[in-house]
């Protein structure tokens, strides 16, 4: 049998190989194809992108043609440059510039010389394209936005770079991709399939017609359309409210995690990055590293979150069983927690129950329930843990999974953070207690604000934000219907919601309240600090509010943060109403409100940073100046000293 065996693999194998080549050579002819590649000219037909819809079925991108003027450097035969340029309105410097970029990529193979040209510009050169061999035109789509808003939901169309061409075998140079937002995360639906034709040519390079009778064409499958959660109304909404102001908000579903209106402000129209324009546009766009209008913070900010945080203070003292509903806590003002250290608070003083230590948004109260959770453990490093651990079960410090392309995780210290802070050891609760009130090392993004307060809604669990709502002919990912459940048991969000109905009844937020409609919510202040000059430096504090509505069976969840807004209930808090009685009602009754935050711009404040910024810049630039100057007077003073006398 052992004989047999080795002789049998041999003759097996040799059939297998034989069966493959027979396969190849007879049956199928795609490396044929390849080899005879050198007489065949590609072209590509490309689709249409996929339209995006909002929530309720309105258009909100749909596209428009465009044309790109391709070039295959070997083809150039005799050309009249100077009419080239000419007609195209380009340098002669740019036209050997774009063809040796050309030249690079491949003598052989087509890629765009010129992007995008408009109608007018199609048209002119169409006439005379016969005189320019190598030169052809390639038909594609442009976005076509019907709003002026929501440029960091959708993000842009860019050109494949060498990188990514090198990485995606689907890419050519020149084809277009989606960048940022859903155009990103929804590439591969929107983009569809483009075409293929193999055209045969002669020995003389001329077209003479399909090769074997298009038998490896395809035809073009256009994108596929995708409906959004986002609110279109909503989101144009916030936008306008966010004017002359710098700060993000996010509106969410609580029952099902889909987010409704996803602000970032300072914006932009996300037309500006369509056309010959796009480049120049975005090229200031990226420059403005005063305002950032395309740093998305809705996501990718991370702040302290301020007040908003002691709703997980007081749930997390509630589970571990640190304080009750009847638990009180004295405030005299503040809260002193050790020699010569004191919270100042703004409550107006007094004894505190839960209840009312939400409303007024008591420091004393939250700053003693944060070191009882913390004392109620062996040892301050255990207290921590446990406390981290039932705050990230909110969906905070860590990345949330939503689709979209960035965003950051924010932070929720551990026993480990101050371990390396302290690494002798001997810190206690009181060297944190900062933590209580959302300040100290507690970062958070807006969105996560929002989750929270969603969570909340429900009573204990949240559904990963999300903003795509339906993509046609496919089901969304199975991740965004998965329900996630929090380490808090439910009987202790009761007392704690009904604190948050309490801010609007006569709490921080009496004064915003919006007529049929009960909202549970939270003002906050975070404290701001910048380094200029090298010094830290406190500017005016980011206004924080967040709430969800109705408070039964509630619809919306929201979280507004404005940069250098100041109290969380002057500036954060009329917005938050406003968008919530838009979202729920359809129209605005508190006019004086909306006049009111429509006008209000903060530029001022930001300029104020501005000019200590760039105040602080001319001064480094000066002393780094005078230094060099003094070093380059050293350096002649010793070359002459070192100089040999005659």
């Excluded at 996929?50 to 044309?67: F, K, T, W």
Aim: aromatic share 10%; charged share 25%.
């Amino acid at each position: 049998m052992r004989k047999l065996l080795l002789p049998g693999m041999i003759i097996v194998s040799a059939i297998l190989i034989i069966a493959r080549i027979f396969y190849l050579q007879i049956i199928d002819d795609t490396f044929k194809l390849k080899s005879e590649n050198i007489s065949i000219k590609i072209k590509y037909d490309y689709p249409e992108r996929g339209y995006i819809y909002d929530r309720n079925g309105e258009l909100m991108v749909a596209n428009q043609p465009s044309y790109d003027i391709m070039v295959v450097p070997r083809e150039i035969k005799k050309l009249d440059t100077l009419e080239f340029c000419q007609l195209l309105n380009i340098t002669k410097a740019d036209f050997l510039k774009k063809l040796d970029k050309a030249v690079v990529y491949s003598p052989m193979l087509p890629s765009v010389f010129l992007g995008q040209l408009n109608k007018l510009e199609y048209a002119a050169f169409q006439e005379k394209e016969r005189k320019f061999e190598g030169f052809y035109i390639q038909k594609r789509s442009l976005r076509d936005y019907q709003v002026n808003v929501g440029a960091n939901v959708f993000g842009f169309i860019t050109q494949a770079n060498e990188a990514m061409v090198k990485h995606n075998p689907y890419y050519n140079s020149g084809d277009l991709l989606g960048k940022q937002g859903v155009e990103e995360m929804y590439e591969v639906e929107l983009r569809g399939v483009k075409g293929v034709k193999h055209i045969q040519r002669d020995r003389f390079n001329r077209e003479i017609g399909p090769y074997k009778e298009g038998k490896y064409d395809t035809i073009a499958v256009q994108g596929k359309d995708i409906t959004l959660t986002i609110d279109a109304e909503l989101q144009k909404y916030g936008e306008a409210l966010m004017i002359n102001k710098r700060g993000g908000i996010i509106a969410i579903e609580p029952k099902t995690g889909e987010i409704l209106a996803l602000v970032t402000a300072p914006s932009y129209d996300p037309a500006i990055l369509v056309g010959r324009q796009r480049s120049r546009n975005y090229t200031k766009l990226y420059n403005d590293s005063i305002a950032k209008p395309l740093y998305d913070r809705s996501l990718l900010a991370e702040y302290p979150p301020g007040s908003p945080f002691k709703i997980l203070t007081a749930l997390t003292g509630l589970q571990v069983q640190a304080i009750d509903t009847s638990t009180t806590f004295t405030c005299n003002h503040g809260f002193s927690y050790g020699r010569g250290r004191f919270m100042r608070c703004h409550c107006g003083g007094g004894v505190r129950k839960l209840h009312m230590g939400i409303a007024k948004s008591c420091n004393a109260y939250f700053g003693n329930t944060y070191l009882r959770t913390i004392n109620k453990f062996p040892t301050p490093s255990e207290g921590v843990d446990v406390w981290s651990n039932h705050v990230r079960s909110f969906g905070l410090g860590q990345f949330m999974g939503y689709d979209l392309p960035t965003g950051r995780k924010g932070n929720i210290p551990t026993s480990k953070t101050y371990q390396k802070a302290y690494p002798n050891g001997g810190w206690r609760a009181t060297a944190v207690v900062s933590n209580s009130i959302g300040q100290g090392e507690v970062l958070m993004t807006p969105i996560q604000l929002a989750n929270m307060m969603a969570t909340i809604a429900n009573e204990g669990y949240y559904y990963t934000p999300h903003i795509i709502k339906k993509i046609k002919g496919q089901v969304i990912d199975k991740k965004f219907r998965t329900k996630h459940v929090t380490t808090i048991d439910k009987p202790f969000f009761k007392p704690v919601i009904e604190g948050l109905a309490e801010v609007f009844k006569t709490g921080t937020a009496y004064f915003l309240n919006v007529e049929g409609i009960e909202i549970c919510g939270k003002t906050g202040t975070a404290e701001n600090f910048a380094k200029i000059n090298g010094k830290r430096v406190q500017l005016e504090d980011h206004s924080i509010f967040v709430a969800f509505a109705p408070k039964d069976n509630p619809k919306i969840a929201i979280a507004v943060l404005v940069e250098n807004g100041g109290f969380g209930s002057t500036t954060a808090g009329p917005i938050t109403t406003l968008m919530i009685e838009k979202y729920l009602k359809g129209k605005i009754t508190q006019k004086d409100r909306e006049k009111r935050v429509l006008e209000k711009s903060l530029q001022g404040e930001y300029n104020k940073y501005s000019r200590k910024y760039i105040d602080s810049m001319y001064k480094i630039k000066v002393r780094k100046d005078s230094v060099n100057r003094v070093l380059t007077q050293k350096k002649l003073d010793s070359i002459k000293k070192s100089k040999p006398k005659a």
